[in-house]
């Protein structure tokens, strides 16, 4: 393995399945069984995973909800998506706890880097539920705190897409897609990759970043071994 330790960033709409809704099975029997397969390679693997197929906190207010309920009900769709994960990863035969970044016992422990190293350290998959455990800040921005302070080698980020593009390829058949960035030109060419609060915590703890297509069985113990199969991004 290239990377001994790495920060796993899902997005909650690629756990909804196509439709990018609720929870679907297939999805999370295809992502427990990719993490296991790294994990069992000797990979460290923390996760942090979003709640955007529950409750969209970004973007709430404008249908009437205030702005720091909001981002409260997005912090705790991760949790019900990290439960499922944790769920899944568990049935697979992989080690798995969920930690919370505020206080929700018995669902999840609370988080503290010394003791979520600890256990990644002894083969648990940690996966850190609720955000940075305040509103205004993403799921991609408490992606690259953790990753930071945990002393990931890099921040993975699967997504549907494989990479990084110059439009949505989803939308735009023209799209052409880039194989290396720096944080700087995907601030410049706004691209839609993570928020600049992300990319600027990456940037300045020289973090790198590897966009890549997790629905795609072995693409993560791919991009763990050192092929870049979507798009890096450096500093």
Do not use: W
């Amino acid at each position: 393995m290239k990377y001994k330790r790495i920060l796993l960033k899902l997005s909650g709409e690629s756990a909804g399945g196509p439709d990018g809704t609720g929870l679907e099975t297939t999805v999370l029997t295809s992502y427990a069984h990719q993490i296991k397969e790294v994990v069992a390679s000797g990979c460290q693997v923390a996760i942090v995973i979003g709640g955007g197929n529950i409750f969209r906190g970004l973007g709430s207010s404008a249908d009437g909800y205030d702005r720091v309920k909001g981002d409260q009900m997005g912090m705790l769709a991760t949790v019900i998506n990290s439960l499922a994960l944790e769920s899944f990863l568990t049935r697979a035969g992989c080690s798995a706890k969920v930690y919370t970044s505020i206080r929700m016992e018995p669902v999840g422990e609370l988080y503290s880097r010394d003791k979520v190293s600890s256990a990644l350290d002894c083969g648990c998959v940690c996966i850190l539920a609720g955000g940075t455990g305040n509103p205004f800040f993403t799921t991609d921005t408490a992606a690259a705190l953790r990753a930071v302070e945990l002393n990931c080698d890099v921040l993975l980020k699967g997504t549907r897409v494989d990479g990084v593009y110059t439009a949505d390829p989803e939308k735009d058949p023209a799209a052409v897609k880039y194989e290396n960035l720096t944080f700087r030109e995907a601030i410049e060419k706004n691209l839609k990759v993570m928020d600049q609060t992300a990319f600027s915590l990456c940037s300045e703890n020289n973090m790198p970043v590897v966009v890549f297509d997790m629905n795609n069985e072995g693409n993560l113990k791919a991009v763990a071994e050192g092929t870049n199969n979507g798009t890096l991004l450096t500093r």
